[in-house]
């Protein structure tokens, strides 16, 4: 089991930053893929950032993420950022850290890896 504690959202102007945290705990050793996904109301679970912690390897979501998202890990704090620059109004959404596997049954696919383990997210808004 792993548990993620998401922390860092809150409300900014559109053009500002965000750093997001992430602190997993448990049987994290398994779960060698993080990812952060966010979620707008009424839309789909999307898949934003992922990182294989072994060798800090990203991965972004092509379009208005690229070049804006960086995701980063500390391994040695059991943490996952997620650094937001030049916010957009669009960027707003429950964002959530998630660590690979997790119950079989469910999950989301991002980037040919599973995602299961979730935490229980933190709100972004961003005000033009």
């Not at 998401?6 to 900014?12: A, D, F, K, T």
């Not at 383990?117 to 709100?123: A, D, I, K, P, S």
Request: proline share 3%; aromatic share 12%.
């Amino acid at each position: 089991q792993v548990r993620l504690v998401e922390s860092g959202g809150g409300s900014v102007q559109a053009g500002g930053s965000l750093r997001l945290s992430c602190s997993a705990s448990g049987n994290t050793t398994s779960s060698k893929w993080m990812g952060w996904f966010r979620q707008a109301p009424g839309k789909q679970r999307e898949g934003v950032a992922r990182i294989y912690t072994p060798t800090g390897f990203t991965s972004y979501t092509d379009g208005s993420v690229k070049g804006r998202f960086t995701i980063s890990r500390d391994n040695a704090e059991n943490t996952v950022y997620l650094q937001i620059h030049s916010m957009k109004p669009e960027d707003s959404a429950m964002y959530y850290c998630a660590a690979e596997g997790g119950p079989t049954y469910g999950g989301v696919w991002y980037g040919g890896v599973r995602f299961n383990f979730w935490g229980q997210g933190t709100q972004v808004t961003v005000s033009s």
